[in-house]
């Protein structure tokens, strides 16, 4: 079993930045895809972006340019910088886990986080 606390969330202006960490418990996820994904009021869970084991990042059309997802191995956490903040980031956003494949659709991670709010003012 793998546990996840995301934390870093809160309120930035628009043109902002802000630093999400994901720390792992449980097992080392140095071999795991590690995956963000936010959900906005009303709408469905986004992919944000991923590492794979091999450290090479994905991302969403909507973020890229803007967001980087980066590991940490000797702390065992995942982070997802996020710059040039606009409104329509705002979120909860998840951090997600999974041994084998993640990819870009929630259903493909086993873990995840409870989920941290960034509200984006305009």
């Known amino acids: 079993q793998v546990q996840l606390a995301e934390s870093g969330g809160g309120l930035v202006q628009a043109g902002g930045s802000l630093r999400l960490s994901c720390a792992a418990s449980g097992r080392t996820i140095s071999s795991y895809v590690m995956g963000w994904f936010r959900q906005a009021p009303g709408k469905e869970r986004e992919f944000v972006g991923r590492?794979?084991?091999?450290?090479?990042?994905y991302y969403g059309d909507s973020v890229k340019g803007r967001f980087t997802v980066s590991r940490d191995n000797t702390k065992n956490t995942v982070y997802l910088q996020m710059s040039s903040l606009k409104p329509e980031d705002t979120a909860v956003y998840y951090c997600?886990?999974?041994?084998?494949?993640?990819?870009?659709?929630?259903?493909?991670?086993?873990?995840w986080g409870q989920g941290t709010q960034v509200t984006v003012s305009s």
């Open positions: 997600a886990a999974d041994p084998t494949y993640g990819g870009s659709l929630s259903r493909g991670y086993d873990y």
């Open positions: 590492m794979t084991w091999r450290n090479i990042t």
